[in-house]
């Protein structure tokens, strides 16, 4: 599928803001709600629009930690990668689990409530699974949202 400088306006303005109508887009970019609509809609049946999703402030929620850890598998052959991933991924304070490339296998997002909540999901659910080795903890700051490549 070839994109127009007009597809990667929609997208730019989708990815600010993906509750804006049809109506309010086409608005901003000079076209009418039906092209607009058909535009979205081809963009969605290319599958470059892979969905949209929920973003939710964890720290409003009460999870006031955000900790990247560095995971490195104490030996590849002992736990698969899927068991891995499908075991870290029911943590639910796990919020996404990355296979890298790198001196760690996998990074983790993980929130808590605070520091001792957050020691207390490492020490209980993360460091007793099987396969976890050098585990590399790094406590979020600050965070900025920046616009994709688009």
């Keep these: 599928m070839t994109l127009d400088e007009l597809d ?3 997208l730019r303005a989708l990815s600010a803001n993906a509750d804006q109508s049809t109506t309010q887009l086409g608005q901003k970019l000079g076209l009418s709600q039906p092209a607009t609509w058909r535009r979205i809609r081809r963009l969605q049946e290319a599958g470059v629009i892979a969905g949209r999703r929920l973003v939710l402030d964890a720290e409003k929620l009460g ?20 068991d891995f991933e499908r075991a870290v991924g029911a943590i639910p304070e796990v919020q996404t689990v990355d296979h890298v490339l790198g001196l760690y296998d ?24 099987p396969g976890v080795g050098n585990v590399e903890a790094n406590v979020l700051l600050s965070e900025e949202r920046w616009p994709g490549p688009i």
């Design 106 to 129: 996998y990074r983790l997002r993980v929130v808590a409530r605070d520091l001792a909540d957050f020691e207390r999901v490492l020490r209980r659910r993360i460091m007793t699974m």
């Design 63 to 82: 999870f006031g930690v955000t900790v990247f850890l560095g995971v490195k598998l104490a030996t590849k052959g002992r736990v698969s990668l899927e």
């Design 8 to 10: 990667f306006a929609i």
